[in-house]
């Protein structure tokens, strides 16, 4: 089932009076107004890229061995 609400000091509050059982577990997704004008992965992070340097070749790939010194891959 699928209910619509809003969040109201804090707290999620349902549009329609709901009879839920206690500790029930819950889904909440958050529903932008607009989806089709938010910005992409490659928007929101463009200022970053590109800022990493001098990183070894194969970083992405071993990032464990040079974060932690865990044998490579």
């Known amino acids: 089932m699928t209910y619509k609400g809003h969040v ?6 349902l549009d329609e009076p709901t009879r839920l059982p206690e500790g029930a577990p819950v889904k909440i997704e958050l529903v932008l107004e607009d989806e089709n004008n938010a910005p992409s992965f490659g928007e929101r992070y463009a200022e970053v890229f590109g800022k ?8 992405a790939e071993n990032h464990d061995h040079y974060l932690y010194g865990v044998e490579k891959q």
């Open 52 to 59: 990493a340097s001098s990183l070894p070749e194969d970083a």
């Open 8 to 13: 109201q000091n804090g707290a999620i509050v």
